[in-house]
């Protein structure tokens, strides 16, 4: 049995949901809140299973792995059907590109961690948080938006027609955007894209309101 370990508002966490549901993958979440007691994730009993302390943490049989991009290229290495990643290695390597916009450029410097150390720590106000936020979104959103804008790939997802895991990244990092208050509609292919994503099953099990933690 699959086990992922999750929050209902990890976009990180998100992806990784997406992911099993795409391949259709028997799974158990097990929630992990990041608020409740000061944060699950920092005590003892959850850094034994991952030192970071950080989640998605995803266990399969003896396979442990603590980080959602490495989570992704496991399950579509161990679990082939339903194929995340095109055929052609060209056409992967615009996958990864648009994957690593959103988990290394933006995410890393937008989620929860990093927004609360600067308002705890540095004394940003809540303005300047949102101000943060909103320009690290904007900035990789734009490249995005051009890439699928000029991209001979794009298709009624980011590669084609059929979902891969740039879509997996992309979804709930949008998500985070409107929850935030981003304007979206200077990014009129990301938006049909998302909205396409969101019109299947797997992406709507996956949301976190759907989400058994979700409050």
Not at 47 to 68: E, H, K, T, Y
Not at 205 to 211: G, H, L, N, S, Y
């Given at each position: 049995m699959i086990n992922l370990y999750s929050y209902w508002r990890s976009s990180a966490a998100y992806r990784v949901r997406i992911a099993l549901n795409m391949k259709e993958l028997d799974h158990e979440i097990i929630p992990v809140s990041l608020i409740k007691e000061g944060g699950e994730h920092k005590?003892?009993?959850?850094?034994?299973?991952?030192?970071?302390?950080?989640?998605?943490?995803?266990?399969?049989?003896?396979?442990?792995?603590?980080?959602?991009?490495?989570?992704?290229e496991y399950l579509e290495e161990k679990y082939p059907q339903t194929p995340l990643l095109p055929r052609e290695s060209s056409a992967r390597a615009s996958v990864r590109q648009l994957m690593n916009i959103i988990c290394c450029d933006i995410h890393p410097i937008d989620n929860l961690r990093v927004l609360s150390y600067i308002q705890n720590e540095l004394g940003a106000t809540d303005e300047q948080k949102n101000k943060w936020?909103?320009?690290?979104?904007?900035?990789?959103?734009?490249?995005?938006?051009?890439?699928?804008?000029?991209?001979?790939?794009?298709?009624?997802?980011?590669?084609?027609?059929?979902v891969t895991l740039a879509d997996v990244c992309l979804v709930p990092q949008v998500y985070n955007a409107q929850r935030f208050g981003v304007a979206l509609d200077v990014y009129p292919e990301i938006v049909r894209i998302v909205e396409a994503c969101?019109?299947?099953?797997?992406?709507?099990?996956?949301?976190?309101?759907?989400?058994?933690?979700?409050?």
């Open positions: 005590q003892e009993a959850y850094r034994a299973l991952n030192p970071q302390g950080l989640v998605p943490f995803f266990q399969d049989g003896d396979v442990a792995i603590g980080q959602s991009p490495a989570m992704l936020y909103a320009h690290w979104i904007e900035a990789g959103f734009g490249a995005i938006e051009t890439l699928l804008s000029r991209e001979n790939l794009t298709g009624t997802y980011c590669c084609g027609d059929e969101n019109a299947l099953a797997a992406f709507q099990a996956a949301r976190p309101e759907a989400q058994s933690d979700a409050s």
